[in-house]
């Protein structure tokens, strides 16, 4: 192959990229769905622009170290010390919710379309996984809750390694007629080696940015990235197709140590990855042949619109019994299960060796596996959004300074609330305590403007201040007010000395004094009992702001709602006026109810007015 050609496809690709990424952001799409249909445009089957075949070999080993790369990146932001809660449900995903789609898959495949059991069973191998590159950006774009968001990257992270696993179990058991003890031994194998290779190179990687001084941020991203293409090769070079579970295992060792320069891995990875993802999509996406797609109309079709609708559900919910996932969350988690670059690479390479050995249903698989990347991508990327409004999983960003009794406690409440919270504090003490509660924590100065930064504050949608310090307290306020732009109500602070107040009342920052607070509700409640007896619903009530957006509860009287029991609704503004609530007051669309509540009754309120 001409190398000016080869350095042709590279720059285009590139500039590609660029483009789908800008569409991505304006679209609000995966970046996916873009580098999809701008492939299948400069391939032979539209303007023969780009031909992948001439790479030959050169295309597997460009795709093989791509996806080890992207795998790596997934599982290094992965901190399995901060997922306590959801290690359970994610195992079960990646375990009984692969078997279960792989049987499942296979079996469907089989009846649908006119193929060998063993031509199914690699097909069901390779749509067991859910593509991390397309998961992974999409959680964070549309800022699902931390539980889910997580479970579902893990997930996409693992699911990928099984899924090569097995697919390259079916394709042994397809070329050399694997059974019985056999098979179980060459599946036990790849696991011990991938998980061994991984585990001795993630102690490698700690040790050597361990070491001292000299290791700068550039040493230290060289280092990496030569780490993760050796971990691959020797991976592979010990059990074919077991170097992208060595890559995951690597990259989630890494994650979750605390090694220095891993922010800066994290920044490198990230712009690396998009470069890698979009070559090899584009190039694969290049090789798809519009016969095949045809070859399986619209038989292909349904099984793979059977995958969505039955098969993912029913594996998610078998996999998540007795977990303590909500409904709606596992409804959520079920629509999100788009294949993305792992299927894709594999299924090509797969069909290849096939076609090289004269047996049949090569182009079928790769037609069939591309057409579920087509459906499951352009689904989920288009509808995840509406979703998950649909299904409300999408909670606000709260970000704590301070993991004292006060930071602690607030954080119990809104994570209970259902909301995304970050903790940052800069005991080791305190943030091992809060981990333990299943709590996101950030180790650190809350001072320093990359702590904030590593926390999330660039999309939070509050801050709030609730050190024992005052100084720190106004400190991280200002910054949030200053550098990171969030406005006045977004901002909340802690006030330990009542002589300080003013400071933060002369920079527009709510804040509250406990002090204070506790001598005037104590002051009112000298002589005026009731006034706040109402108030007093003990460490499980709630007072809530709800918006009424439902459209069956607009025009009803109060009295005419059928509310929870130990509830009750206190006020109720309407643009600029407030009305105490009566039976008699009407509700009307957009109004904005002050509720107050035992246990879980305000928030079942909140569901019925803005359902």
């Not at 009424?548 to 503004?573: C, F, H, Q, W, Y």
Request: hydrophobic share 50%; with cysteine.
């Amino acid at each position: 192959m001409d190398s000016i050609y080869f350095l042709e496809v590279i720059v285009s690709v590139l500039f590609m990229s660029m483009l789908a990424q800008a569409l991505s952001k304006r679209f609000q799409v995966p970046v996916i769905i873009f580098l999809l249909i701008e492939g299948v445009l400069i391939g032979p089957e539209v303007l023969n622009f780009i031909d992948p075949a001439t790479f030959g070999d050169g295309l597997t080993a460009i795709v093989s170290l791509s996806v080890a790369v992207i795998v790596f990146d997934g599982g290094l932001h992965i901190d399995i010390k901060s997922i306590r809660p959801i290690r359970k449900d994610a195992l079960k995903l990646t375990t009984i919710g692969v078997l279960i789609t792989f049987l499942s898959a296979t079996l469907i495949t089989y009846l649908f379309l006119d193929v060998s059991i063993k031509i199914a069973a690699l097909f069901g191998a390779l749509v067991a996984a859910t593509g991390p590159t397309v998961i992974t950006p999409l959680v964070r774009n549309i800022h699902v809750n931390h539980k889910v968001g997580k479970i579902l990257e893990i997930e996409g992270v693992f699911n990928d390694a099984a899924s090569v696993i097995i697919a390259a179990f079916a394709f042994e058991w397809i070329v050399s007629q694997l059974y019985g003890f056999d098979a179980f031994l060459f599946i036990l194998q790849r696991l011990i080696i991938g998980s061994i290779v991984g585990f001795i190179s993630g102690y490698v990687l700690k040790s050597f940015l361990s070491s001292g001084s000299l290791v700068t941020d550039q040493t230290a991203r060289f280092f990496t990235l030569t780490l993760v293409m050796s971990t691959y090769v020797v991976s592979e070079l010990l059990g074919n197709e077991s170097g992208i579970l060595a890559a995951a295992v690597f990259g989630i060792v890494t994650g979750t140590s605390n090694i220095p320069h891993k922010q800066v891995l994290k920044e490198f990875k990230s712009d690396l990855v998009m470069m890698m993802l979009s070559l090899i999509f584009i190039l694969l996406a290049a090789m798809l042949k519009f016969e095949d797609i045809v070859a399986i109309w619209p038989k292909g079709v349904i099984v793979v619109l059977l995958l969505i609708f039955l098969v993912r559900p029913m594996a998610v919910f078998v996999s998540t019994v007795n977990s303590h996932l909500k409904t709606k969350e596992k409804l959520f988690i079920s629509f999100i299960g788009p294949r993305g670059v792992v299927p894709a690479s594999i299924a090509t390479y797969f069909a290849v060796k096939l076609e090289a050995l004269n047996i049949f249903g090569g182009q079928m698989l790769v037609g069939l596996v591309f057409l579920t990347v087509i459906i499951t991508v352009i689904m989920t990327g288009t509808l995840a959004r509406r979703i998950a409004n649909l299904l409300g999983v999408i909670p606000m960003e709260i970000l704590i300074i301070g993991g004292g009794e006060v930071g602690k406690i607030l954080a119990e409440r809104f994570e209970k609330r259902g909301e995304n919270v970050v903790v940052v504090d800069n005991s080791e003490e305190r943030c091992q305590r809060l981990l333990k509660q299943g709590i996101r924590v950030v180790h650190g100065d809350a001072e320093d403007i990359n702590v904030l930064k590593d926390a999330g504050i660039e999309k939070a949608k509050y801050v709030v201040a609730t050190t024992d310090k005052d100084n720190t307290n106004l400190l991280v306020s200002q910054i949030a007010k200053s550098k990171f732009n969030l406005n006045e109500e977004q901002i909340v602070a802690r006030v330990n000395s009542v002589e300080n107040l003013h400071a933060f009342w002369d920079l527009s920052i709510r804040s509250m004094s406990p002090q204070m607070t506790t001598a005037l509700v104590l002051d009112n409640m000298v002589g005026k009992p009731s006034m706040f007896s109402m108030c007093e619903v003990g460490d499980e009530g709630e007072i809530l702001e709800v918006r009424v957006t439902n459209p069956d509860i607009a025009g009803k009287a109060i009295k005419d709602l059928s509310l929870p029991e130990n509830s009750l609704l206190l006020m109720i503004r309407r643009g600029e006026k407030s009305f105490i609530a009566n039976g008699n007051l009407v509700l009307e669309y957009d109004d904005l109810v002050t509720v107050i509540g035992e246990g879980d009754s305000a928030r079942e309120i909140a569901d019925i007015l803005n359902r």
